[in-house]
């Protein structure tokens, strides 16, 4: 699960808040290796993980990104875990939705 916690013009950093859970294998992944931040067609790399350090099957943190300037109508938020085909994909608009007014 994903949720930003601010996306406003106003903030410096675009945080999410992350939560993995399973019960296969250890969560081992470096997600401010293994994350990317769409706004635009431009990508963006995190500027860093706050939270759970990798192993285990519970993790939970903050991915920080720098604000995007101009706000875009909507982000995509894609993290790629280890042995996976696909990135896991979250998409939020942005404009009209009270986050970049």
Do not use: C
């Not at 992944?29 to 963006?44: H, N, T, W």
């Not at 604000?67 to 404009?95: C, T």
């Amino acid at each position: 699960m994903v949720t930003p916690q601010d996306v406003s013009s106003g903030a410096k950093t675009w945080d999410f808040g992350v939560v993995l859970e399973t019960h296969t294998k250890s969560l081992n992944d470096d997600l401010s290796r293994s994350s990317v931040l769409i706004a635009d067609g431009k990508r963006y790399s995190p500027l860093g993980w706050e939270g759970a350090p990798p192993g285990g099957h519970h993790r939970k943190g903050l991915l920080r990104f720098k604000a995007v300037k101009p706000v875009p109508a909507s982000i995509e938020l894609q993290i790629r875990l280890n042995g996976e085909v696909a990135p896991r994909s979250f998409r939020w608009m942005l404009k009209g939705k009270g986050y970049g007014n």
